[in-house]
């Protein structure tokens, strides 16, 4: 296929919080092009249910939230990282309600709620359940005051392009055409990766394509054995993993087992509201101990009216299972929910590749450690957003960064017969998930993770095979991006955060220190 040429000033690759804000950065730089997927809506900020973090209520102080955020990051947080996220957080959030966000509010003041882990009610919220969607609303409209800033909705990122060790730009399939996209400066900005296991409350977006590009590209990928699961989400046969909301246990729900035991106290001095990780365990071992598949959460003891007007969506969601959640114990199971580690960035979302950037999911900037504090997620794409675009703003103005020069890149699609069918794609993303979930999923072994490696190695010809479609580059993309999570989960013989080793309990050697991968390279401590 020949591509078609673009330029650009400023290439956007992810539409969510982090793409968003990084684009509204730049607007006045230069142009902009922010590409999507898919439909704009569809990413894993658009999902986001619980809130936003934020030290801002008057009983809450910056200090603490760091306090908690590093606490919950189990010893691995970049301090300098989480000081700037506290930090920035709040004069973000009150620009972005001055640009429209509308949070929920208790007569004239914000409404903050309680989430996991932290030790005052901080998080914002908005129609209840509702927050990544008003947040997204309010960034997609700023975004749409500015004429520098084009979209491409359903244009999917096969790969950088590289000139000399430098990110020049982007191949994009969008549709049946394909677009070399050159620019001074590329962000990525391409969310998570939690489609790779089965149980997941990720869209169907988030499959680790930005980590898979950056990785093929040459770049440093970081922590990628840091895998967080969230503790609660709807286990009922045929229903997809749908996420049921941290804060409804910052309201007061608890969490019993399967013989309607509560339990989380006889695990955590924080019961239910304990870090995530701690959670998820201890949810597993009651399933475990019950040989059952779920444990539930109890609402039942709140007030009908509150739930109805505090979570409506989900309670909307379970009363086509036949739950209502005002009368109903809610079976829940965890799932895979955010990756901590990516592509590695320093403070201004600078990737090891010259040109490239990256902020949001898709990045590592150590800021959560090996365990992300609840709600602190979509804080880190506005700070971290922001921030990334000023850099590659500087970037392009103090190195005087022109465009390249235009010739043509090898783009990994083929005209030829397809060398596998549509059927064998399927079948191959099905397994791996099921594999990544078995072997690679909360609690791990030396033995699990030989197994998943020993599947993996065989699919590997897959990485190297040119596809003609996105279903195919995606599995690609996945398939790299489990073994990023496999080999750093094999090479970290210790526990800490999300990452648990049955066979290693202990925090075993080097543990403060970070994993680092590169490109035909083995894994290995960072310095
Ligand atoms: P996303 O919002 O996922 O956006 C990724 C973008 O990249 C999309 O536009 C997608 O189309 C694009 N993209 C991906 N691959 C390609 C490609 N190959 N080519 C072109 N474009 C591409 N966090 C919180 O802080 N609070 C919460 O309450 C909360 N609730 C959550 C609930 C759910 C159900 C989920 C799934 C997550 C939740 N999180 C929450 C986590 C948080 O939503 C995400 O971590 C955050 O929104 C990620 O933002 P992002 O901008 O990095 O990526
Ligand atoms: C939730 O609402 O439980 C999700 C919050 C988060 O992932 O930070």
């Known amino acids: 296929m020949k591509p078609s040429v673009k330029t650009v000033d400023f290439l956007v690759i992810g539409g969510g919080v982090a793409g968003l804000r990084a684009a509204i950065e730049l607007a006045a730089k230069g142009s902009v092009l922010v590409l999507t997927k898919d439909k704009p809506t569809e990413s894993s900020t658009g999902y986001a249910q619980g809130g936003i973090a ?29 000081k700037i996220l506290v930090e920035e957080g709040p004069p973000l959030i009150l620009e972005l309600i ?114 898979a590009i950056a990785y093929r590209a040459g770049a440093l990928i970081s922590d990628a054995e840091f895998m967080q699961f969230h503790p609660t989400t709807l286990y009922f046969p045929a229903a997809p993993p749908f996420l049921l909301s941290e804060a409804m246990r910052g309201e007061g729900a608890v969490l019993k087992n399967i013989h309607g035991k509560r339990f989380m106290p006889e695990y955590h001095e924080m ?28 609402l039942t003891h709140l007030d009908k009216e509150f739930i109805k007007k505090r979570f409506p969506l989900i309670y909307a969601t379970c009363l086509q299972y036949n739950i209502d959640i005002t009368e109903d114990l809610i079976p829940v199971s965890p799932a895979a929910h955010y990756i901590m580690g990516g592509v590695y960035t320093n403070l201004d979302g600078e990737t090891s590749i010259k040109g490239l950037f990256a902020a949001g999911e898709v990045a590592s900037t150590g800021v959560h450690g090996a365990n992300r504090l609840a709600s602190n ?53 099905s397994t791996l998930r099921q594999v990544m979930w078995n072997k690679v999923g909360i609690i791990r072994c030396e033995e699990s993770l030989s197994i998943a490696k020993k599947w993996l190695g065989k699919k590997h ?35 800490v955060g999300a990452h648990f080793r049955s066979d290693h309990k202990g925090r075993g050697d080097n543990w403060q220190k970070h994993t680092a991968c590169k490109k035909d390279q083995p894994v290995t401590w960072m310095d």
């Open 98 to 211: 001055s640009w429209g966000a509308e949070f929920d509010k208790e007569g004239s003041k914000l409404s903050f709620t309680m989430e996991g882990a932290h030790s005052r009610k901080r998080i914002l919220h908005s129609r209840g359940d509702a927050t990544g969607k008003e947040i997204e609303r309010a960034l997609i409209n700023k975004v749409r005051s500015f004429p520098s800033i084009a979209k491409f909705d359903f244009a999917f990122t096969l790969d950088l392009i590289m000139d000399n060790n430098k990110c020049v730009g982007a191949t994009v399939l969008r549709g049946d055409s394909v677009i070399n996209i050159f620019a001074k400066a590329v962000i990525l900005a391409t969310g998570g990766a939690g489609q790779i296991f089965s149980r997941t409350t990720n869209p169907m977006i988030a499959t680790g394509d930005g980590i």
């Open 377 to 429: 997620s979509l804080l880190e794409g506005l700070v971290y957003g922001a921030r990334t675009g000023k850099q590659a703003a500087r970037y392009v103005d103090e190195e005087k960064i022109g465009l390249a020069e235009i010739k043509s890149y090898p783009t990994g699609l083929t005209d030829k017969e397809p060398s596998m069918s549509a059927l064998d794609i399927e079948k191959t993303r």
């Open 271 to 298: 019961s239910e509201l304990a870090p995530r990780d701690a959670v998820t365990r201890a949810i597993l071992s009651e399933m475990v101990q019950t040989n059952s598949r779920h444990v539930y959460l109890d």
């Open 54 to 82: 934020v030290a801002l209520s008057d009983e809450d102080e910056v200090s603490i939230h760091y306090e908690d955020t590093i606490k919950a990051g189990d010893g691995l947080c970049r301090e300098d990282a989480v």
């Open 461 to 495: 010809f897959i990485i190297e095979t040119p596809f003609q479609n996105r279903r195919g580059f995606e599995l690609k993309n996945m398939l790299t991006v489990a073994q990023l999570i496999t080999d750093s989960a094999l090479f970290r013989k210790g526990s």
